[in-house]
């Protein structure tokens, strides 16, 4: 089955403290994973995706295959990065499908 | 980057009555575009795949007589909830994959549309 799974539904963390929202899959075949971020009152917007490593707002995902997980990392939350995370999921070189959306993890970012 | 809007963005109804609900892409075409549910603080749940000149794709336990979808042109999706009831009260969020830009198999999203049925 295919499947994306977000463990934690709310992640609380002080400004300047480490960052990993996790993500585990389930694909039978090869993957392409993304990370979606929310804003509050915005539209649902690519942060990042496996295939590109890059780093964006300083944030990192690396695509564990073993694990069949890809984790969201940042050395260092910022304020403004309080918002809802979803992994999601599609097959590789399959142009044009749905994504498959885990059920979001809240990060919460205080000073 | 590509835009897709909807429209409305928000709707209150009457129980009963029928609403529709708008996807566009602005500046580029989508002979393919993705309707999903998605409930408060929780995931989103695709319900069909609007194909440009053919009948959509319903998910499992989607009723496609609930939920017509119509994708009129290559920039236009189009869905109704027909005799709308209060649990079909959710946020209605549409997409439109832009293509494999640079390989990948991006995906643009509309703002939403939070339907109310009174």
Redesign the interface.
């Known amino acids: 089955a295919q499947r994306v799974t977000q463990p934690e539904k709310l992640l609380s963390v002080f400004k300047g403290a480490p960052v990993e929202l996790k993500c585990n899959y389930s694909y039978s075949g090869s993957p392409e994973l993304f990370w979606y971020v929310q804003y509050s009152r915005q539209r649902l917007q690519l942060l990042l995706r496996h295939i590109s490593r890059e780093s964006i707002k300083g944030f990192t995902a690396d695509l564990n295959k073993g694990e069949t997980s890809f984790h969201l990392k940042k050395p260092f939350a910022q304020e403004e990065d309080s918002a809802m995370y979803y992994c999601a999921l599609s097959g590789l070189n399959q142009a044009g499908t749905a994504l498959i959306f885990g059920k979001g993890t809240t990060l919460s970012v205080s000073s | 980057g590509a835009v897709v809007s909807q429209h409305p963005s928000w709707v209150i109804c009457k129980s009963g009555t029928s609403v529709k609900i708008e996807c566009r892409s602005l500046d580029f075409q989508a ?2 575009m ?1 309707w999903y549910r998605q409930f408060p ?6 319900m069909a ?1 609007s194909n440009e000149g053919s009948k959509a794709t319903y998910e499992q336990g989607v009723e496609k007589d609930k939920f017509l979808i119509n994708h009129a042109s290559l920039t236009l999706s189009t869905l109704t909830v027909t005799s709308a009831h209060p649990e079909d009260s959710s946020f209605y ?1 549409c ?1 439109a ?1 832009g ?2 830009t ?6 643009f ?4 549309t939070r339907l109310t049925v009174l």
């Open positions: 002979t393919t993705f603080k929780q995931s989103l749940m695709l795949t969020i997409s994959p293509g494999r640079g390989g990948y198999n991006e995906q999203f509309g703002p939403g």
